[in-house]
């Protein structure tokens, strides 16, 4: 819920922000029950992954909406989406690669509580 009063704040525009909150709500349950499909349940490595995976997918699809809001009222819904693509997508694409280019560094590693 303050993930959709975020949205609409930030785009201005209903049925974007229901989109984001689609977006977002749909990586997280595949994700989820990935996790709990392959391990039986979630540990604390897994919510640590889920805090960032919702962030990251919050944030790629908040900017992808925010230039789509942005562009052109007088253009079709294609010609804005690809408007909004050609803003945006180079700069979403290189953040997602340097995610998981920095997270996989971290995937042979070992969680230590102390």
């Not at 039986?40 to 490595?45: H, K, P, R």
């Not at 997918?57 to 009222?73: C, G």
């Amino acid at each position: 819920i303050v993930a959709l009063f975020a949205t609409a704040i930030c785009t201005q525009h209903c049925i974007l922000s229901l989109l984001v909150v689609l977006c977002l709500a749909s990586s997280m349950s595949i994700v989820v029950a990935t996790i709990v499909n392959v391990t039986g349940a979630i540990d604390l490595v897994g919510t640590v992954g889920l805090c960032i995976l919702a962030g990251t997918s919050l944030d790629y699809s908040l900017h992808i909406a925010i230039a789509y809001s942005h562009s052109s009222a007088s253009l079709g819904r294609v010609e804005r989406t690809r408007d909004a693509m050609a803003e945006v997508g180079g700069a979403v694409a290189g953040s997602a690669a340097t995610t998981i280019g920095s997270a996989s560094f971290l995937l042979g590693a070992t969680l230590v509580p102390f």
